[in-house]
Nanobody, 125 residues
């Protein structure tokens, strides 16, 4: 059974930083084509892709809206993926979720099969 559990959300002032974590279990971490990603969804808006990382090679992909401010990384030994968020803005307020997928043509920005419950990030002005 696949489980993705996010943590690290909270309330932060504009300009501040947060690091989100996503602890994964039940995935086949040895697969060469496993990809993990972060998405967010603000109230009344569609879910937005933020960043992805290939589990084996560590290649990364970012949405333009967060490039240069957010960094995705993974710890293979801990089966955890992170999202370091800097220079946060009020418009970054959303529920942030991690996701996992096997296969797909890199970069993979859709078609994720496994999802966490999400963690709320609120950025005050």
């Amino acid at each position: 059974q696949v489980q993705l559990v996010e943590s690290g959300g909270g309330l932060v002032q504009a300009g501040g930083s947060l690091r989100l974590s996503c602890a994964a279990s039940g995935l086949t971490f040895s697969r060469y084509d496993m990809v993990m990603a972060w998405f967010r969804q603000a109230p009344g808006k569609e879910r937005e892709f933020l960043a992805a990382v290939t589990w084996r090679g560590g290649s990364t992909d970012y949405a333009d809206s967060v490039k240069g401010r957010f960094t995705i990384s993974r710890d293979n030994a801990k089966h955890t993926v992170y999202l370091q968020m800097n220079s946060l803005k009020p418009e970054d307020t959303a529920v942030y979720s991690c996701a996992a997928a096997y296969g797909g043509s890199w970069p993979v920005r859709r078609g994720y099969d496994y999802w966490g419950q999400g963690t709320q990030v609120t950025v005050s002005s």
